[in-house]
């Protein structure tokens, strides 16, 4: 199945893009996470997520917020949005 993924901030920077589509087998988000730990390495992981695992980043499919046990489907929208504080 194709998963549409949109990267921005710094994941857009470590991928070198802003949007791309991947080639997905099944499953949850987070076997799809660590496919993209697979095709980007350790500092796109460190990017992502805290060393417990949280993601530092808020991750949406399909405009809805996700977690890693949410169920993909072909043609979702995987988005990795940044997380700002401010006041």
Known sequence: MIINVKYMG???LKTDM????????GGTLRSFVE???EK???EF???LV??????RMLVMINSQTANYETA???????SFLVISHGG
């Open 18 to 25: 802003q949007e791309e589509q991947i080639d997905f087998d």
């Open 50 to 55: 805290e060393p417990d695992g949280a993601f």
């Open 10 to 12: 710094l994941l857009a």
């Open 40 to 42: 980007y390495g350790d």
């Open 35 to 37: 496919l993209l730990y």
């Open 72 to 78: 993909l489907s072909h043609g979702d929208t995987v």
């Open 45 to 47: 992981k460190k990017t």
